[in-house]
């Protein structure tokens, strides 16, 4: 958010326990005050430190403890390899759904869902690389296991018109 109470969709491309680097459809002059949230990190204020068209950096305050709180979740994260995803995750607002194998159908339940991909929720095991279809016609295939299902990569990038909560395959 700008000073003038703008706000604008943005994506992290890099982050340190001082400053993330941003890109988004609007970059504010250097010098800028910004009110910035990021999904996995939460708010931060701080002063736009460089910029170009669409990309832009920002220098952020931070006590020493929020210094090292954020350290460990960038250790955290880049140890899983999900520090910054491609594709936002969001968590449909009406989650049932179902998976076809064949022509058999099977009850399922979409924990959160990217462009890319979604986590499922299932009592039936499926191994990796199992290829299936997700709701109607979302070819996808398992590329992990969960504790409670899977998760799946879609053959096809979502279409960015249907993705949002109201999202149904």
Request: charged residues 20%; proline residues 5%.
């Amino acid at each position: 958010m700008l000073p003038d109470r703008r706000e604008y969709s943005c994506r992290a491309n890099h982050i340190s326990t001082h400053a993330i680097s941003v890109e988004g459809p609007h970059a504010p002059e250097t010098g800028v005050w910004i009110v910035l949230y990021l999904q996995t990190f939460g708010r931060f204020e701080g002063m736009a430190i460089g910029s170009a068209e669409r990309e832009f950096a920002i220098a952020f305050e931070a006590s020493a403890s929020r210094r090292k709180r954020i350290a460990a979740q960038i250790a955290s994260l880049s140890h899983r390899g999900s520090l910054f995803r491609e594709y936002d995750r969001i968590v449909p607002s009406r989650p049932a759904s179902m998976i076809m194998l064949g022509n058999v159908a099977f009850p399922c339940e979409i924990q959160n869902i990217s462009r890319t991909g979604a986590a499922i929720r299932s009592a039936v095991k499926l191994e990796n690389k199992t290829k299936l279809v997700l709701g109607r016609n979302t070819k996808a295939t398992v590329v992990r296991q969960t504790p409670d299902g899977f998760a799946v990569q879609f053959t096809r990038l979502l279409p960015l018109e249907i993705f949002d909560e109201n999202i149904q395959l």
